[in-house]
């Protein structure tokens, strides 16, 4: 992660674009890439989605798609000074506990 963020840090300055890399624009350019990922999948079926990544030009798509969505929430978390991983392993943690294995196995509620 941390080599990530270096380069895509560097990406930017390098074209002088941190000034344009606010949060707000930020968050703004990553809702933009998670739309266009989920158009890759808008009009498949559940089957289809399931094997995207077989069929060369849909898989190739969704994985630039994904890697742009990566790129902007790395430049994001980078901005605002958020390290992604204590992130996302404080909120599976807390998930954890929120979603006890024996209440929540095979259940979609949400609690």
């Known amino acids: ?62 994985k630039a798609e994904m890697g742009d969505v990566m790129i902007y929430l790395a430049r994001l978390a980078d901005v605002l000074g958020v390290d992604l991983i204590e992130a996302a392993l404080t909120k599976l943690e807390d998930s954890a506990r929120r979603y006890p294995v024996d209440q929540a196995r095979g259940s979609a509620v949400k609690r």
């Open 1 to 62: 992660m941390d080599e990530l963020t270096s380069r895509v840090r560097a990406f930017a300055e390098e074209r002088d674009w941190q000034q344009f890399h606010t949060p707000k624009n930020l968050a703004m350019a990553l809702a933009g890439e998670v739309g266009e990922l989920i158009a890759e999948f808008q009009w498949l079926t559940p089957e289809q989605a399931a094997v995207v990544m077989s069929e060369p030009d849909a898989g190739s798509r969704v």
